[in-house]
């Protein structure tokens, strides 16, 4: 099949464009770099299945080029800023028009191409269009609780709206196109720029600096080692009457952030001092997919404990930093 990944220079995209080409595809990958990095495809530049386009789904040349295209089978629409970290110099926040708009004229883009290609589509959503929940652990089925003008607004409203074209294209055009929320996950190829908590925590941990904490630690998430994670993407896609349908990803495992420092120091044996600090706006309290549907409807496992992910990740961490 060919395949267009747009942010497919990002972590999770570059690691869907591995198994997608291991499994014999062809693939297009689109990023523009402004959160992705060459380097995360650097493997696959000259493969022959594999093309790669430094380009924005949010213009012009890119949607004339991509009319021009034969065929596209599959649309995968990984393309935006993921990094709720202010300080991050790739934050959604030091972007946020960049963050709607690709969620949004980006979405429109990609669904018009898969409209005229009769291509099957899977958008990207995340686990922030829940915001701070009000349900746990969360269902599709629930709406969210979502600031719409705070400081993630930019990112979880983005979400949202890209969910709400995804449908339309589904009920008005009948396009094959399902919604994944992404749930918390890590693994190597992170961006320690990104800052998010698992890379910030082993980076200090592996030079010996104090762990920072925000808020008190008590805040949960679920992790999801990043192969299960694009096992998850590719079956959404793959499985028969997944159209129309909603599907959380992630691990149902859920730990506060003061045990995540816990395992890292067993992980690694030694004592790490933590350095308190404020707690974001609107950083959520809860986090814990419900993934019964994933589990029924796509035979949706994640296998990897957080253990054995964790010892996978600080390796590529000890290697690269
Ligand atoms: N966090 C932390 N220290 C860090 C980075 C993050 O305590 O160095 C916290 C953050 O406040 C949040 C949780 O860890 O409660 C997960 O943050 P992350 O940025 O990884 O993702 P989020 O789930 O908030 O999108």
Same mark, same amino acid.
């Given at each position: 099949m =060919?395949?267009?990944? $747009?942010g ?5 995209g570059?690691?869907?464009?591995? /198994? /997608? @080409? ?5 693939? /297009?990958c !689109?990023? %523009?770099? /402004? ?21 924005? @789904?949010n213009s ?7 009319a021009?295209?034969?065929?596209i089978?599959?649309i995968?629409h990984? $393309? ?11 934050s959604?926040?030091?972007?946020? *028009? ?7 004229q980006g979405?429109y ?25 009000l ?6 089925t ?23 074209m995804?449908?339309?294209y ?18 190597p190829?992170?961006? !320690? ?14 030079? %010996? ?10 805040q949960? #998430? ?8 694009v ?10 009457k997944?159209?129309g349908?909603?599907? %959380? &990803?992630g ?11 816990e @395992?890292?120091?067993? &992980? ?6 933590? %350095?308190f ?9 809860? #986090?814990?997919?419900?993934?019964? #549907?994933?589990?029924?409807?796509l035979?949706?496992?994640p296998? *990897? ?5 964790? *010892?996978?990740? @600080?390796?590529? =961490?000890?290697?690269?930093?």
């Amino acid at each position: 099949m =060919f395949i267009l990944v $747009a942010g497919g220079a990002g972590f999770l995209g570059s690691w869907l464009c591995d /198994l /997608l @080409i291991k499994d014999g595809h062809r693939v /297009l990958c !689109v990023d %523009n770099l /402004l959160s992705g990095r060459k380097i995360n495809i650097e493997h696959l530049i000259y493969h022959k299945n594999f093309t790669f386009w430094q380009d924005d @789904i949010n213009s012009g040349t890119f949607v004339k080029k991509t009319a021009k295209l034969k065929t596209i089978d599959e649309i995968y629409h990984l $393309a935006s800023p993921a990094s709720p970290n202010k300080n991050s110099p790739k934050s959604y926040m030091q972007y946020p *028009i960049e963050t709607l708009l690709v969620n949004s004229q980006g979405t429109y883009h990609l669904l018009e191409l898969a409209k005229l290609k009769m291509a099957k589509f899977l958008y990207a959503s995340s686990s922030e269009i829940y915001g701070e929940p009000l349900e746990h652990p969360q269902k599709e089925t629930y709406f969210g609780n979502v600031n719409p003008n705070g400081p993630r607004s930019c990112y979880d409203e983005g979400k949202r709206f890209g969910e709400a074209m995804t449908f339309s294209y589904f009920r008005k055009y009948h396009t094959d196109a399902r919604i994944v929320r992404i749930f918390n996950t890590y693994g190597p190829r992170m961006d !320690v720029q990104d800052g998010r908590v698992v890379s910030n925590f082993i980076v200090s941990a592996i030079k %010996n600096n104090p762990i920072t904490v925000y808020g008190s630690g008590k805040q949960t #998430r679920s992790f999801c080692y990043v192969s299960d994670l694009v096992d998850g993407l590719v079956k959404a896609m793959a499985t028969e009457k997944t159209a129309g349908k909603v599907f %959380n &990803l992630g691990n149902d495992g859920e730990f506060s952030i003061l045990e995540l420092v816990e @395992i890292i120091e067993k &992980l690694l044996g030694t004592k790490l001092s933590r %350095n308190f600090l404020p707690l974001a706006a609107d950083d959520p309290t809860r #986090r814990r997919p419900d993934l019964t #549907r994933a589990r029924e409807l796509l035979s949706y496992n994640p296998k *990897i404990s957080l253990e054995e992910g964790l *010892i996978k990740t @600080i390796d590529y =961490f000890k290697k690269t930093s």
